[in-house]
């Protein structure tokens, strides 16, 4: 059983069925419905008509299923050094104990105290002698506006 495609449609026609048009150049036109004949004849565009197979492809319609889906590039990690500390660096720091780390901060800290007390026993100068004085009297009071108690 051959089965002929519609000329404007992009339909199929089964046997005994539609309508055959040859035009003057002897080039053959066949169409399923006279309904597709007339606008043939009237010079429609099928691409922009919604319902043909043509206007369809066009527009990707229903071929959802067949289409493959599209692969994504997988994302591939590089590892940078930091400002300030090179990979290696890094890379050996990683790859410290829990044991040693514990032992490096305890040693930094020690060692900050003991620059903290330095630089104090440094400042400590002798301390002025308290020179009594009277009550306390705020700017407002000097100034003789109100204030106080």
Same mark, same amino acid.
Do not use: E, F
């Given at each position: 059983m051959k089965l002929e495609i519609d000329s404007f449609s992009g339909y199929r026609i089964y046997p005994s069925k539609g309508k055959l048009f040859v035009r003057g150049d002897s080039k053959v036109f066949r169409f399923a419905s006279s309904k597709n004949a007339s606008l043939f004849m009237q010079r429609k565009n099928p691409r922009k008509i919604a319902w043909t197979v043509v206007y369809r492809k066009m527009h990707k319609k229903g071929i959802t299923e067949e289409v493959a889906k599209k692969?994504?590039?997988? #994302?591939?990690?590089?590892?940078?050094? $930091?400002?300030? *500390?090179?990979?290696?660096?890094?890379?050996?720091?990683?790859?410290?104990?829990?044991?040693?780390? #514990?032992?490096?901060?305890?040693?930094? $800290?020690?060692? *900050?105290?003991?620059e903290k007390k330095e630089k104090e026993s440094k400042k400590a100068k002798p301390a002025r002698a308290a020179v009594p004085s009277g009550p306390k009297v705020s700017k407002q009071q000097m100034k003789g506006g109100k204030g106080g108690r």
């Open positions: 692969r994504s590039r997988k #994302t591939v990690k590089h590892q940078r050094g $930091i400002v300030g *500390a090179d990979l290696a660096a890094i890379a050996a720091k990683r790859n410290q104990t829990a044991a040693v780390r #514990t032992q490096q901060r305890l040693a930094a $800290i020690t060692k *900050a105290k003991t």
